[in-house]
């Protein structure tokens, strides 16, 4: 009826539902016209058998497959110029990617290549639009960026979901910049976050809220929740809102959490000028570094001296003799403390501080490793006059140790030196070692645990306590 005088079924290409779906057409097209395996075939990303490159290059320039079925491998950017037909059985709400589907039968070909394709057919003329579900009755939206908001800060919009807004552009935006923040985070961060939000990560909560913004989950929402299959605009907005209101919960009612998500986009934040251009206005020692330099130093013993009873690294190295061990763990939240604003500091900021006010002071180049801290710390709290990189301190330590040990008569074989090598470069890059280090790089590699019992004997437990209270002392 609608190619009359054809016999060869047209090109035609069917959008399914998903790759389920599209097995099931492509079966009910062979049994339909009663034709083989080569009459119809699904090309999509989970396509079996042949390449789908091969399979696509086929539908273009042979004459099987007739038929092919797709989900959106063949949506957009795929010339097929002798497809005659373009049959809609998936659901489309964004106008542009329904006039990028409906645009793969509008290529134009010449009648002699048409017809290598197409043999009962003289030229290409026209192409039809098959809707099964209704695409074309349907309201069709305009694609919008998810962040609808690009010139109001992270802070103002989660400032404003703390104080019941639940417009849509609002939470599209919020969800846009967590999407983005979290593709920047490093792991410990995001664990971070994932603690103060209740277990549940940004990712989490921006997938949420995309979700909640989706007509679709909106329109099945207020089904569910009236039981009409057709609830009326009132129900759709009702359950709009609560969708919205369970998604943005985590943010909403958790200002620790909304707080620190801003931190982390300001330290993540990068801005770059491509419009100015650098002009070099003099050369020369710069007495303003120094100020810099002296009021980040300042900064910082302050900071040692007002917090050393409320951070567990502090208080523990500010004692000194406190039983107490310091461990790499509590370094590390002191890390990240002082590496949210208004400081933001780094080891290797701290580090470049000291050596600009005072290079005299400053021995070798520290900063690198996490460890570096406890000689940054024990500088600000005068217990040091000198800045070691601690790494360069544990090896002091080491080889003393070795001399007293070889003073007290005892001696140790090449293969023991190594492992002890082994053992002094992981305390001074973790203040400390436990049997359970030895299942990681680099001890792993050289046969772990086992291996080390079987080179130390009985002796292992005593010496690594040994070492622990002699190297990170």
């Excluded at 908001?149 to 599209?172: E, H, M, N, Y």
């Excluded at 491509?274 to 002296?294: K, N």
């Amino acid at each position: 009826e609608i190619f009359p005088g054809r016999r060869v079924v047209p090109k035609t290409l069917i959008f399914a539902k998903d790759d389920a779906h599209a097995d099931e057409i492509v079966q009910l097209a062979r049994e339909v016209f009663g034709k083989g395996n080569d009459f119809a075939a699904k090309i999509t990303y989970k396509a079996t058998g042949k390449k789908t490159d091969e399979l696509i290059a086929a539908f273009r320039n042979s004459y099987n497959p007739r038929i092919a079925v797709t989900v959106d491998m063949i949506a957009t950017g795929t010339d097929v110029k002798p497809l005659e037909c373009v049959f809609f059985m998936r659901s489309v709400r964004s106008r542009t990617y329904f006039e990028q589907m409906k645009g793969r039968g509008v290529r134009i070909i010449d009648d002699t290549t048409f017809q290598a394709v197409t043999p009962d057919a003289l030229a290409k003329e026209r192409f039809v639009i098959v809707d099964a579900v209704g695409v074309t009755e349907s309201e069709l939206v305009d694609t919008v960026p998810l962040d609808r908001k690009p010139t109001v800060p992270l802070a103002r919009l989660l400032k404003q979901v703390s104080f019941g807004v639940r417009d849509p552009d609002t939470a599209s935006a919020i969800a846009a910049r967590l999407s983005r923040l979290d593709r920047r985070l490093g792991k410990d961060e995001r664990a971070e976050l994932e603690t103060l939000a209740g277990g549940q990560t940004l990712k989490d909560i921006a997938v949420e809220i995309v979700a909640a913004l989706d007509p679709d989950h909106q329109l099945a929402t207020a089904r569910a929740t009236t039981g009409s299959d057709a609830p009326d605009v009132d129900a759709i907005a009702a359950a709009a809102r609560a969708l919205l209101d369970h998604a943005v919960a985590p943010l909403a009612t958790n200002p620790e959490l909304r707080e620190r998500i801003v931190d982390l986009r300001r330290m993540h934040e990068q801005a770059i000028d491509e419009t100015s251009a650098d002009e070099l206005l003099e050369a020369g020692y710069s007495a303003d570094a120094a100020d810099r330099a002296r009021s980040t130093v300042e900064s910082w013993e302050r900071f040692c001296e007002e917090n050393r009873d409320e951070i567990t690294a502090l208080q523990i190295l500010y004692a000194r003799r406190q039983p107490a061990r310091l461990t790499f763990r509590e370094v590390k939240e002191l890390a990240q403390t002082i590496a949210r604003p208004p400081h933001q500091w780094t080891p290797d900021k701290l580090w470049t501080a000291y050596e600009q006010l005072d290079r005299s002071r400053v021995r070798g180049s520290g900063g690198r490793v996490l460890t570096d801290l406890v000689s940054l710390v024990r500088v600000a709290l005068h217990q040091e006059e000198e800045l070691v990189p601690y790494p360069d301190l544990v090896r002091e330590r080491y080889r003393a140790w070795l001399l007293q040990q070889e003073n007290a008569g005892r001696v140790f074989t090449a293969e023991q030196l190594a492992w002890l090598e082994r053992i002094r470069e992981h305390v001074a890059a973790a203040l400390s070692i436990t049997t359970d280090d030895f299942g990681y790089t680099p001890f792993v590699e050289a046969g772990g645990l086992g291996k080390a019992a079987q080179v130390f004997g009985d002796d292992l437990g005593l010496l690594l306590d040994e070492i622990n209270e002699v190297l990170a002392a």
